[in-house]
């Protein structure tokens, strides 16, 4: 059982930058690939950056390459993602999620997740 809990969300300006957090519990941490993904009210959840666990390759969605960082420190079991030039379209809840596998990107492959974070991006 992995135990998820976001924090950093809030409200920025276009243009402003914002870090998210996760913490995670237990002492297998470092097994899990984690990954972010977001959820606009009425639509989808879709999948916004992923960490490996067992290679460290990150993976992101298209429209936030080259904006959006995700990072792991396994000393604290946390994964951050680090957001630059927000934009109002990246308005959304949060929420990052654990799975054993290796690569993963698709929501169903997740097998835990946290509550999710706002975050908001005003123009």
């Known amino acids: 059982q992995v135990q998820l809990v976001e924090s950093g969300g809030g409200l920025v300006q276009a243009g402003g930058s914002l870090r998210v957090s996760c913490a995670a519990s237990g002492r297998t941490f470092n097994r899990y690939t984690m990954g972010w993904f977001r959820q606009i009210p009425g639509k989808e959840r879709e999948f916004v950056a992923a960490?490996?666990?067992?290679?460290?390759?990150?993976y992101y969605a298209d429209p936030v390459k080259g904006r959006f960082t995700i990072s792991r420190d396994n000393t604290k079991n946390t994964v951050y993602l680090q957001m630059n030039s927000l934009k109002p379209e990246d308005t959304a809840v949060y929420y990052c999620?654990?799975?054993?596998?290796?690569?993963?990107?698709?929501?169903?492959?997740?097998?835990?997740w946290g509550q999710g974070t706002q975050v908001t991006v005003s123009s």
């Open positions: 960490i490996s666990w067992s290679t460290g390759t990150t």
């Open positions: 999620a654990a799975t054993i596998m290796s690569i993963a990107t698709l929501g169903a492959q997740y097998a835990y």
